[in-house]
Every structure is written in C-alpha cells, then in structure tokens.
C-alpha cells in the first residue's frame, strides 16, 4: 500500500505515546565500542555489500554519509548510542574505504574538493593583499599596477542579484 500525504504521524504526535516506547530510547543493545565495531564489520564483510556499497561510490556518492547513514540506523533500531556511532564511523568509513578500492573503484570521501577550497583561499588571500596594496599606492599611470588592478577585477566574484533586487509580490514581473 502506497503512503498518501495523510498516513503521516501529525506534529507533536510522538509527545502523546508513552516514554520509551521507540528503540533509541530504551538502554541499547551493544555498549561497548569494540562491540559496536564488531558487529558492523560482520555486516559489512558480505561481498554483496560491498558491491552494493562500490556501485553506489561509482554512482558518484561520497562514503561519508554513507557511514553516517549506516550509524544513523543503528542508532535508531537501538543498537548503539550516538556517541559510540561518533566513535566507530571513522573505523567502518576506512574500513569500506579500504574494501571498495580493493575492487578499483575510486572513493570521494566526504564530497568536499579540498583541492578547490585550497586554491579559492589562496586567490581570496592574493585578492585581499593585491587591494590593500592598490589602496595604499595609488598610482593611475603605473602600468604594473593597472595590470594588477585588472587581475584583482578577474578573481572578484560576479555580483549576485539578491532577493532585494529583484521585484517581489504576486504580480511582480521579472
């Protein structure tokens, strides 16, 4: 049967049932860290999890919130605490890490492009110091520093219309 917009719990309905009537509000199940760990990587170890888990990698999806979901679960069906989730994420992410480019397929870790943040910061820094050098110089007829000025204008960030800009209301235009 397929959920329609109202088989759905209405808010502050889980205010109304009895305490501790879910999984992750009861003691959980495994305690200890080593236990926790244990028992994903017994899960984890089947190869068609691990198929399914590369297929997924190569589909473009980062490994971390894969892990992140992977916990979240075990969380929820009162397996673990949040904290021991904390705790084993980094050992199961390297854990799958390590079995899925065993396979050849190439793993994104948390989809950050650390390289591009890197080189974004270096450019923010050169734009910063180029101004305040232009700033402190002016010189209109200096042609080293015209050039300089037209590399600080390049790297500058298009300016964005904003909400402010644009016309708003229910027959605004645009």
Same mark, same amino acid.
């Given at each position: 049967m397929i959920a329609g917009p109202f088989d759905r719990p209405i808010p502050g309905q889980s205010l109304t049932t009895e305490p501790r009537n879910n999984p992750w509000e009861q003691p959980p199940q495994i305690a200890d860290k080593e236990e926790v760990l244990k028992y994903y990587v017994g899960r984890l170890a089947n190869q068609e999890v691990i198929d399914d888990m590369?297929?997924?990698?190569?589909?473009?999806?980062?490994?971390?919130?894969?892990?992140?979901?992977?916990?979240?679960?075990?969380?929820?069906?009162?397996?673990?605490?949040?904290d021991v989730s904390m705790l084993v994420g980094p050992d199961i992410h390297a854990f799958l890490k390590q079995s899925i480019e065993a396979m050849g397929v190439k793993v994104r870790d948390d989809g950050r492009d650390r390289q591009a943040e890197a080189e974004q910061k270096e450019?923010?820094?050169?734009?910063?110091?180029?101004? =305040?050098?232009?700033?402190e110089n002016p010189d209109d007829e200096d042609?080293? =520093?015209?050039m300089?000025?037209?590399?600080? #204008?390049?790297? #500058?960030? #298009?300016? #964005?219309?904003?909400?402010?800009? =644009?016309?708003?209301?229910?027959?605004a235009k645009g």
């Open positions: 590369a297929a997924m990698c190569e589909a473009g999806i980062p490994l971390q919130p894969l892990v992140e979901s992977i916990t979240t679960m075990g969380v929820m069906r009162g397996i673990h605490t949040v450019m923010d820094r050169f734009v910063m110091l180029a101004t =305040k050098y232009l700033e042609p080293g =520093k015209q300089l000025g037209d590399m600080v #204008e390049a790297a #500058e960030p #298009e300016e #964005e219309v904003t909400s402010e800009d =644009k016309p708003q209301g229910l027959m």
